[in-house]
């Protein structure tokens, strides 16, 4: 079985940052299009970030210019700078395999911004 597992996320004050990791196991093959979900309390979970195996990256409106989403391999990382208490939210990552079936999820990391 494939298991993506996060990292990095924790408590910060607005206008910090936090790097989160993602690393996927239990398979030899490179993952296609991975990204970056987020979900706040009563939210949806929504896009924050892709990016393919190409590098070709895409972001949210609200993240540009603040997040900068890279990968290595099945690794995927989430660069956060200037962070405000609305991207509070737990943090998901995923990838397609690279022959069809469902993307693999992550557990989650928790994401929290305040003074």
């Known amino acids: 079985q494939v298991q993506l597992v996060e990292s990095g996320g924790g408590l910060v004050q607005p206008g910090g940052s936090l790097r989160l990791s993602c690393a996927a196991s239990g398979s030899i093959f490179r993952l296609r299009t991975m990204g970056w979900y987020r979900q706040a309390p009563g939210k949806q979970r929504e896009l924050v970030a892709t990016i393919t195996s190409g590098s070709s990256t895409n972001y949210a409106d609200s993240v540009k210019g603040r997040f900068t989403i890279s990968r290595d391999k099945n690794t995927v990382y989430l660069q956060m700078n200037s962070l405000k208490p609305e991207d509070t939210a737990v943090y998901y990552c995923?990838?397609?395999?690279?022959?069809?079936?469902?993307?693999?999820w992550g557990q989650g990391t928790q994401v929290t911004v305040s003074s």
């Open positions: 995923n990838g397609a395999p690279p022959i069809g079936g469902s993307v693999y």
